[in-house]
């Protein structure tokens, strides 16, 4: 039995159900979730907690990267020298910084997402992460200038259109308006980020404890982050999605039909996310995949869809080591978490 026929069996409609509405609502209520799916909401706590301590499912909260007054981007290839791939892997993802890492085949060896707080800061970070590690021969960063589409919007699509309705009237109706003194981060902001990172659900009062903040201050600085500074998703171990392959596909198309092509990107089921980057290629396009024939078909269905562009190298992903500040093991489980930081470096140092 394969990996994703292991994963399969662990995961029934339930399962999917609750991955599902936190996808939609990362911090719906149990009683929300339990009403929506017609189960007691102990039933679906439990469901959840299970998923998580087995480390099949979690939330995680991160820097909102389609802001690049919050967060600058960008998406490093790295050459490593033979024999020594898994070493640097190790290495890179310990480091805060480096958000997503993943070890592929094709045009380089592995392929890192890191966030800084401006192009000055990731220029340095880059340099120096990549200069202090250990067998790495040559890197090449795509500075991302926009985010169509990343993870956080992918859904499993197990709920019916009027539960995946309800779950999103409910979402919409937590929403405060953003206000543009709301960027500014403070030492509690970056310790929330912290928090949540490690566990996008935990509750209020254990974040007022662990800020040593009133419930009142937790709520409202989580309420003005959540509306402009801080994303949420729920992630699942690929092989559990139905998708068991990953591949990144670097492309360009003419100036002048790059916010038109990253929209129609955005809407393509297999595609995770693309950034829109400056360097040799003008999009970075991460997809989930079900087959190794896949990798071709679906570059074919993209050159039948966005005549315009041209895939220029593509790699496939044999194995994620890091995902959004979680470390996966082979089959794609969670096994620990590298707490992601502020990258403007506010608050205290995040363990290793």
Known sequence: ???????????????????????IYPRAPWTLVGEVLGVNPVTAARRWHRLEETGLAWVTAYPRVSDTRVVVTGTV??????????????SLAADPAVANLKLTAGGRDLVATVQARSLDGLARLTTSMFQRTPGVRATRTHVS????????RWRLRSLDEAQSTRIE?????TRIPARPADIQ???IDARLLELLSTDGRMSLRDLSAATDTSLTTVRRRLQSLLASRLSLRCDLARPLSGWPLSAVYFASVPGQYVEETS???AGVREVRSCSITAGPHNLVIDVWLRDLHDVHAFEAHLARKLPRLTVADRSVVLRTV??????LDHDGRCIGVVPLRHPHGIGRPAPV
Do not use: F, N
């Open 77 to 90: 290839e790295v050459d490593t020298e033979p024999g020594v791939v898994e070493e640097v892997a190790q």
């Open 322 to 327: 890091k995902h959004m500040g979680r470390l």
């Open 169 to 173: 009237a409910a979402l919409a109706a």
């Open 263 to 265: 929209r129609v990107l």
């Open 1 to 23: 039995m394969g990996v994703q026929d292991c994963a399969a069996a662990e995961l029934d409609e339930l399962d999917r159900g609750i991955v599902h509405a936190l996808q």
């Open 145 to 152: 200038t926009g985010v169509p589409t990343e993870g956080s």
């Open 185 to 187: 981060w403070d030492e």
